[in-house]
């Protein structure tokens, strides 16, 4: 069985417990990490982004969070993408039901999906599944 690694990067401590709690429980997910804002995980991406191994499969990021937001983030993660990087699949998950920002995230290549909170156990199984299949 494929086997998934996470990152999860949100400010909101509530939603990284739970979202950690459901994905722990999925027999295909091998590894979580969480950030509470896009410049940590830039910062572990860059370091690892030679070592395939350690990165992650899936990434969900929220939008908006101190010190560097999700925006702010697929900015920069554009700019630094590598071959590993290139494979990672990336779900915007936030509160914002904006649609300037939803639209804007269509025209993202690097962004699969907008999710909008409260996202459930039921569409965390099914990405995994669309992942892994």
Not at 16 to 29: D, G, M, R
Not at 47 to 75: A, V
Request: net charge negative; glycine share 2%.
């Amino acid at each position: 069985m494929k086997k998934v690694k996470i990152l999860l990067v949100d400010d909101d401590t509530t939603y990284l417990f739970i979202t950690k709690k459901i994905l722990e429980q999925q027999q295909n997910v091998e590894q979580i990490n969480t950030f509470m804002n896009g410049l940590e995980a830039l910062t572990y991406l860059k370091e690892h982004s030679k070592e395939e191994n350690n990165l992650p499969n899936i990434l969900f990021l929220d939008l908006f969070m101190p010190i560097m937001d999700g925006w702010e983030f697929l900015d920069e993660f554009k700019e630094v993408k590598s071959n590993h990087l290139n494979k990672i699949t990336i779900y915007i998950c936030t509160s914002s039901i904006s649609p300037h920002d939803v639209e804007r995230a269509k025209n993202i290549s690097s962004v699969s999906g907008y999710i909008i909170k409260p996202i459930s156990k039921i569409k965390l199984v099914d990405i995994l599944n669309q992942y892994i299949n």
